[in-house]
């Protein structure tokens, strides 16, 4: 597995988590990143991206709440999730190759982390 999703965990409505993603300093610098969820019976979708060169995309109903960031220096990205509501519970997966909703990701996804938010 090129990139391991870590973090998740269970939070109350109004909460906030941050995921990381570990992968290898070639991968991050060679391509663009992203956060995907899947919630039970949905299909999986695009939560952020962020390309080589630092520029991210956040999907539009998201914006406001969540954010992404690159840690070169660790080999992470950040997910930062805050004033989450149960609608945000899902696994989720990062990914490489694609920072938006326009194109694929390249890698085979891994397990993710598991979101669950509840009061």
């Known amino acids: 597995q090129v990139q391991r999703e870590s973090g998740g965990g269970l939070v109350q409505p109004g909460g906030s988590l941050r995921l990381s993603c570990i992968a290898s300093?070639?991968?991050?610098?060679?391509?663009?990143m992203a956060w995907y969820r899947q919630a039970p019976g949905k299909q999986r979708e695009l939560v952020a991206g962020?390309?080589?060169?630092?520029?991210?995309n956040v999907a539009g109903s998201l914006k406001d709440r969540f954010s992404i960031s690159r840690d070169s220096a660790n080999n992470l990205v950040y997910l930062e999730m805050s004033s989450l509501k149960p609608e945000d519970s899902a696994v989720y997966f990062c990914?490489?190759?694609?920072?938006?909703?326009?194109?694929?990701?390249?890698?085979?996804w891994g397990q993710g982390t598991q979101v669950t938010v509840s009061s």
């Open positions: 990914n490489h190759g694609c920072s938006t909703a326009k194109c694929r990701p390249i890698g085979a």
């Open positions: 962020i390309n080589t060169v630092g520029i991210t």
């Open positions: 300093a070639r991968l991050l610098r060679a391509y663009d």
